[in-house]
């Protein structure tokens, strides 16, 4: 008995507190609270771009060159890349994703970039701007053909200046770069280290074009084409151009943010209003508060005291929730919000369950502790059942599906698996307290559905 009260004190604890968490507003910072204030702001809500409003942007990445095996890392790789690109901005919780084609990658990988709050589309394409491409090009063979040029009379010449050929060595193997000072000329260069990675490669490129020029391209262009004198093995390199101080710095923060390991075009660009946003938050709540007070008042009406401890458990279900959103965090959009309705309406089929399973005990005669128990342990296995086949539909959208169904997938998930703590522990634990009311008439009425007796 005394260890049912102490499992209750503790649920209850832990439910008052969770929804401190969750519903505490701004708190005064003048108060006793400045500790507590700066807690719950490092734990807001993470709402997504069509709930605050932002851009949406597309971009096609270009991974032709890159080998097939390569290709999930290279746009891991890129995702990183435009993430660390964008958090140079302020943008307040950017989302970066990489969208790929079908079950495997393939030429139609894309990139797709939601910043919340930027509803100035022009601004945002700045804002990811052209993230250098960096690559390192040797000379081509002396058997390459040559290029062919027509001037403006119609005249064909071959083109005899040096023509070179692309290395694995680009901007994905790059460190940091720093900008320094020629010691002899003052003239501004941006000294380049790679990983080891790109050490090995640019010390095997040096190694095998002493006396050749290696073309250091960027964004397409070459921008220093120096004449290799002996191998590099420490993995540095120094670009020198005709740029000012200015500019240096300028390229040493954009190779920092991240030199791009393969191109990428934009596709489409899509604003979304801030006013939008908050007409699908306005009634997402609108319709969460009105569909969990309908399944309250249905719950206490046909199952009366059963239905009544649901109604609590089926509340710090919602907190249990609604925290874990603020925790890990979860970007909270339209279609999660309506995964997480779905899986509150999960959680209450999984107490109606139970409650028919106690009611059926009861009618066969059971004592009220007997069918308690007996009810949670026959309904349990159709609730276990049911619950693992969502979980795997969540799981299934959520690995496939674009990043609007990720949404609805991941809040569905999640409701399930709570759910089944919430309805079969909660619930069960405080059923459980309340057997004490004895078995009499009214007892087995409180106990009972329905109009009947």
Do not use: C
């Not at 990675?197 to 921008?223: C, E, R, W």
């Amino acid at each position: 008995m005394w260890k049912r009260i102490l499992y209750i004190l503790i649920i209850l604890i832990l439910g008052f507190g969770l929804a401190f968490f969750v519903f505490k507003s701004e708190p005064k910072l003048n108060s006793n609270f400045e500790n507590e204030a700066s807690f719950l702001k490092n734990f807001p809500f993470r709402l997504g771009l069509d709930l605050s409003g932002g851009s949406h942007l597309i971009y096609k990445a270009d991974i032709s060159a890159v080998k097939t095996g390569e290709v999930s890392v290279s746009m891991d790789s890129l995702r990183d890349v435009i993430e660390r690109r964008v958090n140079l901005f302020g943008v307040s919780e950017p989302v970066v994703q990489v969208q790929n084609s079908g079950f495997v990658s393939g030429e139609d990988e894309k990139l797709i970039v939601d910043l919340p709050g930027v509803t100035d589309v022009e601004k945002a394409t700045a804002m990811i701007g052209q993230t250098p491409l960096l690559e390192f090009k040797i000379e081509a063979p002396k058997d390459t053909p040559q290029n062919a040029i027509v001037d403006k009379d119609g005249k064909v010449t071959l083109d005899t200046s040096p023509q070179f050929v692309s290395t694995e060595l680009t901007g994905r193997y790059l460190e940091k770069a720093t900008l320094q000072f020629d010691e002899t000329t003052r003239e501004p260069q941006v000294s380049l280290q790679f990983d080891d990675t790109g050490t090995k490669l640019f010390a095997q490129i040096t190694k095998d074009n002493v006396g050749k020029m290696v073309a250091i391209y960027l964004d397409g262009a070459p921008i220093s084409v120096p004449v290799v004198r002996e191998e590099i093995p420490n993995g540095q390199a120094v670009i020198s151009g005709s740029f000012t101080p200015t500019e240096g710095k300028q390229l040493v923060g954009r190779l920092n943010s991240g030199a791009l390991p393969v191109p990428i075009s934009l596709l489409s660009r899509q604003t979304i209003g801030a006013s939008l946003g908050g007409n699908a938050v306005t009634a997402g709540v609108k319709a969460t508060i009105v569909g969990f007070l309908l399944i309250a008042l249905f719950l206490i009406f046909w199952y009366r005291l059963p239905g009544l401890i649901a109604v609590f458990a089926l509340s710090i279900y919602v907190t249990i929730m609604l925290s874990l959103f603020k925790l890990l965090p979860v970007t909270l959009t339209a279609a999660g919000i309506a995964g997480f309705i779905i899986s509150i309406g999960i959680a209450v089929d999984a107490n109606i369950l139970i409650f028919e399973r106690l009611k059926e005990e009861l009618r066969s005669g059971r004592t009220i502790a007997d069918a308690v128990s007996a009810g949670f342990s026959r309904a349990w296995s159709s609730i276990r059942d049911s619950n693992i086949s969502t979980i795997i539909s969540a799981t299934i959208l959520f690995w496939f599906g674009t990043s609007l169904i990720k949404g609805f997938a991941l809040t569905l998930g999640m409701g399930v698996l709570v759910s089944m703590f919430s309805a079969v522990m909660i619930s069960r634990i405080f059923l459980s307290g309340f057997i004490f009311i004895g078995e009499g008439k009214v007892a087995r009425f409180l106990f009972g559905s329905g109009i009947s007796k």
